[in-house]
């Protein structure tokens, strides 16, 4: 029995708090006592004015305490190990009941004797075995009347915590030997009040009474939103968002330093990962959903344990920060873009460069494998989207067309078209093999943040400055559907490996599930301090890695929306975060120039990819997931050992900072985006030279994707300029 509750959460109790009743307390007993024994449910009280509501709470436990009717107490407080959350409280309430009513002892025993660990289980079983089984084995003569007092719910950590507590205290009514009654005490949150939801004692007692003319309709809109879920919890604008493999888990990651995993079906917060020091901009699943990568503004790339939440490793060797990640289809390799004009390609198990490709002129965004590994895919500020060979790093094509920068770039699953969103408010479809233009897709009001192919190649995706989704039509350009529901710009969108579920990350902090057919939204996964840069899935979809700027990735269940875990680790903004094929490992680039490589199931960094110099914007891995790739904003592309962390290559070509890195399919080609364009623009273009001494820095500690090259132009400056 001593199992169930530690000495610590003795601290819980009544008796061991200062207790401090004025006299003219004793009315007040006296009007709580009868509020609580009339009650047949729970009874619910806010802070009053000018009185503590835990003060309210000692005095009513110390009268029943006096009067022999005290059953059990447990008094949360938010930050303190046993009393910020709802593990102990179960296990606390019981041992106090057993304490006072023997006869429950021989059913709590059978339920310890069943389940030695019965007490680390959720609190659901241990309601059901602990407290509500004993209770209904009782057999008194006479009823006895018992309070149990619950103060400051509200300072409970874990919402979905308390939401499971208000189900719960009701079936304790169900005990015919024991008249029990629970007297709560909160701030009025929101989970609070919704849990109480017409339940209101008063409205009950006089709801006969109330007119019919009084009671106000509640307003129905004549077009409901497509919005199923909005998942809440980062801190921050959410910039990134991508699903697990098997479509349960969300993956979203935040300005708040963070990336959140989310249940794809519930919408609770399964974990939040942190570690980056700065924004994440872009998160991605391995293909067997075991590892989130995350991209960060700290110039790193971060892989994740998709199921612990624990960091596998830091990629580092961007010179900026990282904007995109990106698994190969075989999970092998990490491809980076980043603000240094390159896309680095890693090995996904040891987290070493592999290479690093140059070629942009500006930095790169976005960058995609092929699916069959042999192609990469970058987008870039220069208007150009450049395809790389996997294998050599070798640049073979440069597709022209946009007009502004091109944010996000991706191959459908059949490796025959690729699609480009830019900064000119267009989406573009374009030949894999030819490079020629197929569509032009035009409709929303803002740029393109990010696109994504359905897993049937059907169906595009869009996310938008304009804050909406589009789906459009892959073969014939046509609009299917706008989903509208986020305040703030969408700057990741991603499929869940089934095709019905989009997943959308936002600036306005949050990620949204939707159904791809109907448009409405499923969940909406809260978690993050700050904007969600990028997401993925899991190659299972089970999960879904977020990266934020609080410099944390997050793993959701994609199925709940519950958080698994968060990746910290880090120390600026995620940039990317990318899964490998076999979903075990989570890549993720960040601001602090660092590619780390996570463990998806414990979350335990594996290894850190140190070498590039300015952040890391992108990141994905190989098919086979052997190699991983990031692109910096140090103008290159890494290739890693995903098993070592050593560097294999660094691909240079690059005269900006690369933004996106993809594999091919087959694990061949790697293509980059940079922010390099052509000097014949006429654009006056600031030097990055992070590593000389010499250089001038200047720090933009609010940086965003929307600032374009036009808005960094230093004139007149004749030593190098380090953006960081």
Known sequence: MARLMSNSVMKNLWESCQLRVEPSSARMRISMKMIVFQALEPSFFVKLQRTGKSTIARTVAKSFKENGQLGASFFFKRGEADRGNAKRLISTITRQLVTRYRELAPGVLRAIEDDPNISTKSLRDQFDKLLLQPLLSLNLNQPIITVIVIDALDECEQESDIRVILQLLPRIQQSNSMQLRIFLTSRPELPIRLGFKKKSIIR??????????????????????????????????????????????????S????????????????????????????????????????????CTVKLWDAKTGLEHQTLEGHLFWVASVAFSPDGQ???????????????????????????????VKSVAFSPDGQTVASGSGDHTI????????????????????????????????????????????????????????????????????????????????????????????????????????????????DGQTVASGSGDRTVKLWDAKTGLEHKTLKGHSSGVVSVAFSPDGQTVASGSRDHTIKLWDAKTGLERQTLKGHSDSIKSVAFSSDGQ?????????????????????????????????????SSDGQTVASGSRDRTVKLWDAKTGLERQTLKGHSDS?????????????????????SSSGMPRPAWNARRSRAIQIRFDRWSPAMRAREMIVPKLHTPVSLK
């Open 386 to 497: 450049k395809l790389w060979d996997a294998k050599t790093g070798l640049e073979y094509q440069t597709l022209k067309g946009h007009s502004d920068s091109v944010e996000s770039v991706a191959f459908s699953p059949d490796g025959q078209t690729v699609a480009s969103g830019s900064g000119d408010g267009t989406v573009k479809l374009w030949d894999a093999k030819t490079g020629l233009e197929h569509q032009t897709l035009k409709g929303h009001l803002d740029w393109i943040k990010s696109v994504a192919f359905s897993h049937d190649s059907q169906t595009v995706a869009s996310g938008s400055g304009d804050s909406t989704v589009k789906l459009w039509d892959a073969k014939n350009g046509l609009e299917r559907q706008t989903l509208k529901g986020h305040s703030d710009s969408v700057e990741s969108v991603a499929f869940s490996p």
């Open 333 to 363: 390799t990490v491809a980076s873009g980043s603000g240094d004009c390159t896309v680095k390609l890693w090995d996904a198990k040891t987290g070493l460069e592999r290479q690093t490709l140059k070629g942009h002129s500006d930095w």
């Open 658 to 678: 690369v933004a996106s890195v993809a594999f091919s399919s087959d694990g061949q080609t790697v293509a980059s985006g940079s922010r390099d364009r052509p």
């Open 585 to 621: 490992t989570v890549a993720s680039g960040s601001r602090d120039s660092t590619v780390k490589l996570w463990d998806a199931k414990t979350g335990l960094e594996r290894q850190t990819l140190k070498g590039h110099s300015d952040s890391v914007a992108s990141v994905a891995f």
């Open 204 to 253: 009950r007692k006089f709801e006969e009474e109330i007119p019919r003319w009084i009671c106000v309709a509640p307003r129905t809109d004549d077009f409901w939103s497509a919005d199923l879920q909005t998942l809440e919890g980062h801190s921050s604008w959410v910039g990134s968002v991508a699903f697990s493999p098997d479509g349960q888990t969300v993956a979203s990651g």
């Open 255 to 298: 300005g708040d330093r963070t990336v959140k995993l989310w249940d794809a079906k519930t919408g609770m917060e399964r974990q939040t990962l942190k570690g980056h020091s700065d924004w994440i901009t872009s998160v991605a699943f391995s293909p067997n959903g075991q590892i989130v990568a995350s991209g960060s503004g700290d």
